[in-house]
C-alpha cells in the first residue's frame, strides 16, 4: 500500500489544506519498501486530492483539514488519519506500529475518546474513524480539559470563545474568531487558504 504524510519541514503539516508537499511511504507486508517526496498542487484543493490518487495513495496522515477536503479525499476512496501532529519520522514508525501508539501523535484538544485507529494484525493502521455526529470529529465534548478541573478551548472561563483569531498561515490576514464556526471551514479573502485558529 501507499501511505502518504503531509510534511512540512520534517514535521507533519499543520494544515493540510494548504500543504504543499507530501512524503510517500509504500510499504509490503509491513515493511517500507520505497520512501520519496512529491509536491502538491499550489491552486483548488480538488487537484490535491486528484494528486494523491493519481499518486496511488490508499491512506493519508495529515494535521488539520477541512470537512470539504475531507469528504472530497474520501470520495476518492482514500482513508484517512487526519489531526496529528509531530515529528514526520516518529509518526510513520508508530503508524508501522499497526497500534494505538499514533494516539500519542493527537493534535492537542483532539481527545482520545474521539479518535479510533484499527490495524490489521501485522499490517500498519490502515483505517481511522472520528466519532460524531457525521464521522467529521465534532463530537459533544465540553472541552474541559484536565480532567474537568479547568476549563479548556470548548467550555469553562478559559474558553476561547469569541476571543480570538482566525490567521491565514499563506499572507498573514488575520479577522475575529467567530463563534461556533471553525477556522478551518472559512477561506482567507486575499489568497482563499484554509485560515487556522491563532
Known amino acids: 500500500m501507499k501511505a502518504a504524510f503531509s510534511v512540512w519541514d520534517n514535521r507533519i503539516a499543520p494544515v493540510f489544506d494548504v500543504a504543499r508537499q507530501i512524503h510517500l511511504v509504500e510499504t509490503k507486508a509491513g515493511r517500507i519498501v520505497s520512501e520519496k517526496q512529491e509536491a502538491l498542487a499550489d491552486a483548488m484543493p480538488v487537484q490535491k486530492v486528484v494528486c494523491l490518487a493519481e499518486l496511488g495513495v490508499s491512506l493519508l496522515v495529515c494535521g488539520a483539514v477541512s470537512r470539504p477536503l475531507q469528504e472530497m479525499i474520501a470520495a476518492y476512496d482514500i482513508r484517512i488519519i487526519p489531526f ?81 483569531y482566525c490567521v491565514c498561515p499563506q499572507c498573514g490576514h488575520k479577522e475575529p474568531h467567530e463563534v461556533a464556526i471553525p477556522c478551518a471551514r472559512k477561506q482567507c479573502p486575499k489568497c482563499g487558504a484554509a485560515l487556522v485558529r491563532e
Open 84 to 164: 496529528v501532529a509531530g515529528d514526520l519520522r516518529e509518526v510513520i514508525e508508530a503508524w508501522l506500529a499497526g497500534k494505538r501508539e499514533i494516539d500519542i501523535f493527537a493534535m492537542p484538544g483532539c481527545c482520545k475518546k474521539k479518535r479510533r485507529i484499527y490495524a490489521s494484525q501485522g499490517a500498519p493502521g490502515e483505517v481511522f474513524e472520528m466519532r460524531g455526529r457525521s464521522g467529521g470529529g465534532m463530537g459533544p465534548g465540553r472541552g474541559m480539559g484536565a480532567g474537568g478541573r479547568r476549563g479548556g478551548r470548548m467550555g469553562g472561563p478559559l474558553a476561547a470563545g469569541p476571543v480570538g
